[in-house]
């Protein structure tokens, strides 16, 4: 193992603390790429006129990165111009939007196909779509497990799902963030300028978040994740904008309870993390034991950012299914539908994850 990438990288990365105990059952995960469907929830409608079209399209079992270059060559133009919110799961069916520049004499684009994808409507658009461009996605997870048991699954899970519409869940970045075993933190050494862009991106990326998993693993821990303390940074749920708690008082514990407010923790940066008293002290040891991954963040010249340690799980709804348990969420942008599932099942052998 590289020396840079440490054991406590990779538990933080793949293996973080949970919130709740060990998981109520084991299920098999995406058997099939129609038991995990993700929609996105753009948030805003197309403006209806534009130099770009709104493409909504179904994928499955299809890299986002691939559907958007035959995006490209279906409307003629580079596949840097085509955009997209966010990447989404290849096992999967994922409706997720893309926008390409509008062609100035090219067939309707909707209903278009092409291997893996299919386009479902296009609309037009005053600018391409930029990363992170959404308001969050619903989630539909069928949760397998043997003949006739759906009912009994379904059973176990209840009482933990009640804890997680109550209280939410840590939100971890999930492990599809460092690659496969973690390969995205392997050190980019002395050539890291060589990297190809989206290369650089990902190991940055996974540099940033293993940080910020590992801190907040440490306030799963001592039980503060989900409570304000004094010196934190809070945000508004579904916001980015932060504000310091300096005393937490019985109004923001209440407004904290309600899942209005969270704690939030270091997307690191340059420079140390804006909190303060012993928040900042826990996430400056933190840093110190990560010491490459921060040096990369800060090297590459990110600022220092927040993110929310808590994630609220909204729609949450089990169906049962004579073998398996369908589950239906709706989380926000940013968010992983494996920070859920963790604090519910372990895996079964064999279950496709990626």
Not at 298 to 318: I, N, W
Not at 321 to 343: K, N, Q, W
Request: positive net charge; hydrophobic residues 50%; charged residues 25%.
């Amino acid at each position: 193992m590289p020396e840079a990438v440490t054991a406590a990288a990779l538990a933080a990365a793949l293996a973080p603390a949970r919130a709740y105990g060990a998981p109520v059952a084991e299920a098999e995960l995406r058997a099939l790429p129609a038991d995990f469907l993700v929609e996105e929830d753009l948030g805003f409608a197309p403006a209806g006129s534009g130099a770009h079209l709104l493409l909504k399209v179904r994928k499955i079992d299809a890299n986002t990165a691939w559907v958007a270059r035959a995006l490209a060559r279906l409307a003629g133009c580079r596949p840097q111009d085509v955009g997209y919110a966010g990447l989404k799961d290849r096992r999967a069916v994922a409706v997720q939007w893309f926008s390409v520049p509008r062609p100035r004499a090219a067939p309707d684009m909707s209903g278009a196909r092409g291997e893996g994808f299919e386009v479902l409507e296009a609309r037009a658009h005053n600018r391409k779509l930029p990363r992170g461009a959404l308001a969050g996605n619903r989630f539909t997870v069928r949760l397998r497990t043997t003949a006739g048991a759906g009912a009994a699954l379904a059973a176990r899970l209840a009482p933990r799902l009640a804890l997680i519409a109550a209280r939410g869940v840590p939100n971890y970045f999930g492990p599809q963030r460092f690659g496969r075993d973690g390969a995205n933190l392997l050190p980019a050494g002395p050539g890291r300028a060589r990297l190809a862009p989206a290369e650089r991106g990902f190991r940055l990326s996974a540099a940033r978040s293993v940080v910020f998993n590992a801190v907040l693993g440490a306030r799963v821990a001592d039980g503060s994740w989900e409570r304000l303390l004094p010196g934190d940074l809070a945000n508004l749920d579904g916001r980015g904008s932060t504000f310091p708690v300096e005393s937490p008082d019985e109004a923001l514990a209440a407004r904290c309870a309600r899942l209005e407010i969270h704690p939030t923790g270091p997307l690191w940066g340059a420079g140390q993390p804006p909190g303060g008293a012993d928040v900042l002290r826990l996430e400056l040891e933190v840093g110190a034991r990560f010491l490459a991954q921060c040096e990369l963040c800060a090297a590459a010249g990110m600022a220092q950012e927040r993110r929310s340690l808590r994630l609220r799980v909204a729609q949450l709804d089990c169906a049962v299914e004579p073998d398996a348990a369908l589950l239906r969420f709706y989380l926000a942008r940013g968010s992983f539908a494996t920070a859920v599932l963790r604090e519910l099942i372990d895996v079964a052998p064999g279950a496709a994850q990626d």
